[in-house]
């Protein structure tokens, strides 16, 4: 039909406009940048000071009052924007691709270059909206992903370059707090709380997974089997079968999740895709257990806790700065 075609220009609408709007950020964004500049210098060289950003406020209030955005605050927010990015060629055309509250979030909540770069890299591949990104700052994502080391699935190695995607290696550590589960639950109930907030859910497992359904099932013989949550990964180009466990990690847990991800290779993965991975999350685990369980195995299965509250970002903090240490010691 003549109206589906026409439809079409409403979809070229909506890309001009989009290009628009990240046109006119990215405009406002190198504007604060110049501000932020010009009144730095000026600070050094002239005898007011930090009264340079009240009377910059000021002169803005009355000679521009139609312009919104340079309050006091905002003044020194663009100052301590241009100190914190001036010598850093990474960031620079990477802050121009998200909001200037998103980029407040971000100097605010990181503590080193290195986290701020993730940050940024991490808040533009997701297309983070400020709660999501608050949510992921406040939840010790970066240190809880820099401490996932062990075994990495053979498919996100030989398919991802982290530095572009940083959000994309399974974690040794899920924070789950959004749930609000009551003290005493089943796997049932911790089932159905992840259903009921799937958003939240994909925000911290990674927006390029999406739920496939519960309670999957797959057929192996004359034996019917269920994966508790099934998803798609479309970075990955792979399934991904989640098992939720309410205890510790036990060794035959990964029996169990292979034969889940041999039956999805063979009767559900296409042609093209890549093997299926498995995340078991159980609410703690022994390292040498997990260590001596998968050492010899070959199976896409990673084995991860789960917190069902707010993790303390300064032990996260300190526990990394304890490993790169070790590290650069050796």
Known sequence: MIEDEFSKIIRLIEK?????????????ILLYLDVGKFLFE???????????????SEFMKKNYPTIKGFTKRNIERMIQFYKTYKDDEIATPLVTQLSWTNNLLIISGSKSI??????LKLAIKNNYSKRELDRQISSAYYERYMLSGGKQLPTIKKTIDENDYPNTRILDTYSLEFLDLPNVFSEGD?????ISNIKDFILEVGKDFTFIGDEYRVQVGNHDFFIDLLFYNRELSCLAAFELKLGEFKAEY??????????????????????SVGVILCSSKDNDVVEYSISKNMSQT??????LKLIDKKLLENKLKEVKSLIETK
């Open 16 to 28: 001009r406009k989009k290009n628009a709007y990240f046109k006119v950020n990215e405009e406002m």
């Open 42 to 56: 000026l600070q050094q060289k002239s005898k007011y000071g930090d009264k340079i950003t009240i009377k910059a």
């Open 114 to 119: 290195e986290e701020r770069h993730f940050y």
């Open 190 to 194: 911790f089932k159905k709380a992840i």
């Open 254 to 275: 990964l029996g169990k999740m292979n034969l889940y991800l041999e039956a999805l290779d063979r009767n559900v993965k296409k042609e093209k895709e890549n093997p």
């Open 302 to 307: 990673m084995i991860s806790e789960y917190k």
